[in-house]
């Protein structure tokens, strides 16, 4: 067994072997003979069993008296049986100096307490933006963070956390949050103070936008379950990473976290991200991110993201394709610096029957927009839709827009509406906001009249946290 972090696992898997943990009312008795033998109470955080175990562990590492106190009462609880001797013979390994005093400790937990609610959380991405596990509550967090390793003279996590808090405070709780950094910096000898987080002013500027970007990785072939990496971007592509995960999940699960992200847009730019872009491999190309709920506040009721904010597609796999991706760099300078005619964008009827590959290939090469209609004939997850919308990713069109249910209402206005203005750099450049304004207006419409199922890929060479070869370094 190597390091703490294995120790602190065994342990956390010891304690969720024992009944007397796994019962809830149990563990609450638990816990009250410790605080009660201790004279400390103990709070531990997390939704669950193993975060709680976890939660409780790190805790009594932090307080030295604490943890012998918690092995006697493991063994009063269960007697000496293998888990209990194997919890004793294993806590010494991990008792280690903490990082704050327990005085450190209450007073940065006194002045937090206010904050619990979500607005913390920008400041733990920042500070913490590779931290597989996400903390469930501000206390988990701060346990968290606490646990973190930095180099010596570094600022470890917490403090930069605390500096980050300080930047999103009032001024009375500003100059009390730095003032506890300073104090916590000059005890460990680093120069913590001066590095402060990046500040969200109290009020954003018209040209103070962010922008949300969230990629989704195959974990293995064949399997439902992906990597998920989040970044925020601001400013002239500058890119913060809030998730770069090893953990693979569902896609339920995924959708089930963009309120998150979208609180810690909200800090940056109080109506929320600019543009919401999902950076998709071409198996899920087609995946109805738009139609995932979220809601606009806490309390607020549940709406598709695509009727909250301008929401696209983005193709990675062309990422890592050299030839294609000069086609496509080549196409989006010539949509962003030329005068085109409307024969640039093409109004492609997918249900042709003689629009197969040698039909698709020369049509594609010229275009940079494309409006897919006649889609209706489209299987979800047939060989048809896939056809149709490689051969433009691999022609290194930078603009597509389809319609899943492909009705004559999408032709009509991809005809009329959107062709002419495609020609227009300005109707270009707006066209993610166009299609926002549209799903908005039609969301009370009958289903035939409503524009809920379009998809758009609006996919920008120029402007991406992940570049040819790896990742971009967040600025």
Wanted: charged share 30%.
């Amino acid at each position: 067994m190597n390091g703490p972090d294995a120790v602190l696992d065994e342990l956390t898997r010891i304690l969720l072997r024992l009944d007397g943990f796994r019962d809830e009312q149990t563990r609450r008795v638990l816990l009250e003979e410790l605080a009660a033998e201790t004279g400390e109470q103990i709070e531990v955080g997390g939704a669950d069993s193993l975060q709680q175990a976890r939660s409780l562990i790190r805790q009594c590492t932090r307080r030295p008296d604490v943890m012998p106190v918690l092995v006697d009462l493991l063994r009063d609880f269960h007697g000496d049986i293998a888990e209990t001797l194997r919890f004793r013979e294993l806590t010494p390994r991990l008792v280690s100096p903490p990082l704050l005093t327990g005085d450190e400790r209450d007073e940065l937990l006194s002045m937090l307490h206010p904050r619990e609610n979500d607005s913390w959380r920008g400041a733990y991405a920042w500070a913490a933006p590779l931290v597989p596990e996400r903390p469930e509550d501000l206390r988990h967090a701060l346990e968290l963070l606490e646990d973190l390793i930095s180099p010596s003279r570094h600022v470890p996590p917490l403090v930069r956390f605390v500096l980050a808090l300080a930047d999103r405070s009032a001024p009375h709780d500003r100059r009390r949050l730095r003032e506890w950094a300073d104090r916590v910096a000059e005890r460990l000898g680093v120069p913590a103070v001066r590095e402060a987080g990046p500040t969200v002013p109290d009020r954003p500027g018209p040209r103070e936008s962010v922008t949300l970007v969230l990629r989704l990785q195959p974990f293995l072939p064949g399997r439902p379950e992906y990597l998920l990496s989040v970044w925020l971007g601001h400013g002239d592509r500058q890119w913060m990473p809030l998730v770069h995960e090893d953990e693979p999940q569902r896609l339920d699960q995924i959708s089930a976290r963009i309120d998150d992200f979208l609180v810690t847009a909200r800090e940056y730019d109080r109506d929320g991200p600019s543009r919401i872009e999902f950076m998709l491999p071409r198996e899920l190309i087609n995946l109805p991110v738009e139609q995932w709920p979220v809601s606009e506040s806490v309390s607020g009721p549940e709406q598709p993201l695509g009727c909250l904010y301008p929401v696209v597609v983005r193709d990675q796999d062309r990422q890592r394709d050299p030839d294609v991706r000069r086609l496509w760099e080549a196409k989006w300078r010539r949509l962003r610096h030329e005068h085109l005619d409307a024969s640039s964008s093409l109004l492609f009827d997918a249900g042709r029957s003689d629009a197969d590959r040698r039909d698709l290939v020369p049509r594609m090469q010229p275009a940079l927009c494309v409006l897919f209609a006649g889609t209706a004939t489209w299987d979800e997850r047939g060989n048809r839709l896939q056809e149709h919308l490689e051969v433009a990713l691999e022609s290194g069109v930078p603009i597509m827009l389809w319609d899943r249910r492909g009705g004559i209402e999408s032709t009509h206005f991809f005809r009329e509406s959107l062709a002419p203005e495609l020609a227009d750099e300005r109707g270009r450049a707006r066209l993610p906001h166009t299609i926002l304004d549209l799903r908005r207006r039609t969301a009370e419409l009958d289903d035939t009249y409503r524009f809920a199922g379009l998809a758009l890929l609006w996919d920008d060479p120029e402007r991406s946290p992940v570049q040819a070869g790896g990742f971009q370094a967040p600025m």
